[in-house]
């Protein structure tokens, strides 16, 4: 019995799962301006990806690089979502005017 379809396709629901939070509290703590970081993330764990050869790690690393690509779009979708009120907005990101014009 082949159970690596099993194993990367829980890996591929927990990573995604993992993803979500980072999102909202990357947003909340850091904002927008950290997408370079899930960018370099991204490159390196879809990088690594390829060199490996056990399936399994190959495709967890993939999947792990391109939900932190995803992530750059949900960051700005997230900044949306809280001027929307969706989500709570962080109190400290708004001691310059830029920012607080940002949320207003």
Known sequence: MNMQGIVIGVAAFLIIGIFHPIVIKTEYYIGKKIWPMFLLGGILFIGASVLIENQIICAILGVT???CLWSIHEIFEQEKRVKKGWFPRNPN????NKT???YL
């Open 93 to 96: 990101k708004l001691k310059t």
């Open 100 to 102: 607080k014009q940002q």
């Open 65 to 67: 690089g391109f939900s």
